[in-house]
């Protein structure tokens, strides 16, 4: 569905989402009482949490004590990736989401142990940009496109970024002629627009890809001790508790990426409408509620087969879902990662082919093999059934550089020790 200023709904909502933050300074670095009182700031979750630095530094500079300023955040003990967009961050350290999200800052003290530097709005921007590129060669199998944008669509591609405008940023990145997914789920939402199926073409006349590899960053988090409830999830003490995983999906042509066309959208219409509440910071009423978590409501049982969100999981974590691929799979040797991120060059391709199958329940943990399961998929705030079409994810959901970020929780059974 079209928004009005271009790009879908659903985009629309992702860029306006914000966190609500309520920052502290750290005890060790307050040189004057009374202490300085906390900052409440609304972060926006496709930011990254160092460009927030000039909103937050008023809040405590004169209680700072001399040396030269590096600022950085933690929860609950934990330094935070400043490379990774805050969103994500929110999904995977909040099981139960915190509102506000109490963060600690800190201007002294860089912990280069744990975390890369980052010494300037400059070091976030040329991540995002690296990250651009990688994306690029992943879709494209090179990265010419982003290598040949000017420097005044390189800045104004940045400042979208950084002014949250939708708009700029898909006038620049239209530029690019990435190849997209077409489903014709979207095209039945589109169908009243004057451009019809047969003309969705880019410029040059070529027709917009079917087949192609989708770029996406799995964090997974692992947790040995089982609970019922996210808010007694364990907290994340270590990074060493969390997978950080590159790895694209491969989406062959004989992968039908559509659905059922009498299903008039992949999210709850009421909730749309704000006639039902929705327990999501950024409030896109992409879901409904169901024991306090946001679910979202799309196709349901007897839809038509399509490539959904469970194939591409089990595609991306073929040693959980192990016993579910055919023998004849071809995952091999593809570059997982917990603490730095893997080029593109060493990611290789999967080529099952899982087309139709779907879980029965969305929200509730889905069993795996070799005793782990999947207790929560989280996916720009929203916890979505796992048989919504993944092209639609991909189109919708996907962050500002091209990657679609998956965070997933799965519970590892311990080994019993006699």
């Not at 915190?98 to 280069?112: D, I, Q, S």
């Not at 879902?321 to 917990?338: A, R």
């Not at 705030?381 to 799965?410: D, Q, S």
Request: charged fraction near 25%; charge should be negative; include cysteine.
């Amino acid at each position: 569905m079209e928004s009005k200023g271009g790009g879908t709904e659903a985009q629309k909502y992702i860029w306006e989402g914000a966190i609500p933050l309520q920052i502290h300074l750290h005890e060790s670095e307050i040189t004057t009482l009374p202490t300085p009182p906390p900052a409440m700031i609304l972060a926006p979750r496709i930011g990254y949490l160092p460009l927030l630095a000039q909103k937050v530094k008023p809040f405590f500079s004169n209680s700072l004590p001399p040396g030269v300023d590096t600022i950085w955040f933690e929860y609950n003990g934990l330094p935070l990736k400043w490379y990774i967009p805050t969103g994500v961050l929110f999904d995977l350290l909040c099981a139960e989401p915190e509102r506000p999200w109490n963060l600690t800052v800190h201007f002294r003290g860089y912990p280069g142990n744990i975390l890369t530097p980052c010494d300037s709005e400059d070091s976030v921007k040329w991540s995002f940009i690296n990250s651009f590129k990688e994306a690029a060669y992943i879709i494209n199998g090179n990265c010419k496109n982003v290598m040949n944008m000017s420097q005044s669509d390189q800045l104004e591609l940045w400042r979208s970024i950084m002014d949250g405008d939708l708009d700029s940023y898909l006038r620049i990145s239209s530029k690019l002629k990435f190849g997209i997914l077409v489903d014709d789920f979207s095209i039945q939402l589109n169908i009243s627009s004057p451009k019809s199926p047969e003309s969705t073409q880019n410029a040059d006349g070529t027709a917009p890809a079917k087949t192609g590899r989708i770029p996406v960053r799995l964090y997974v988090r692992t947790i040995n001790e089982d609970f019922d409830e996210l808010e007694d999830a364990p907290v994340v003490e270590s990074w060493d508790r969390i997978s950080y995983i590159n790895r694209p999906v491969q989406i062959h042509g004989d992968d039908k990426l559509w659905m059922r066309m009498d299903c008039e959208q992949p999210w709850n219409k009421k909730c749309m409408k704000k006639e039902v509440p929705c327990n999501e910071d950024h409030q896109s009423h992409m879901g409904r509620k169901s024991h306090g978590r946001l679910v979202c409501d799309c196709v349901t049982s007897g839809a038509s087969k399509c490539f959904t969100l469970y194939d591409a999981v089990t595609k991306l974590l073929p040693e959980f879902f192990g016993e579910k691929l055919p023998p004849t799979d071809d995952v091999s040797k593809e570059e997982v990662e917990v603490e730095q991120r893997s080029s593109p060059e060493e990611t290789n391709k999967s080529n099952t082919e899982r087309s139709g199958e779907m879980l029965n329940e969305g929200i509730v943990s889905c069993s795996i093999s070799d005793g782990a399961e999947i207790k929560l998929l989280r996916i720009q705030g929203i916890e979505p059934k796992m048989e919504i079409p993944f092209a639609w994810v991909v189109n919708n959901l996907m962050n500002p550089e091209y990657f679609l970020h998956i965070c997933v929780y799965v519970k590892i059974q311990e080994p019993i020790t006699i």
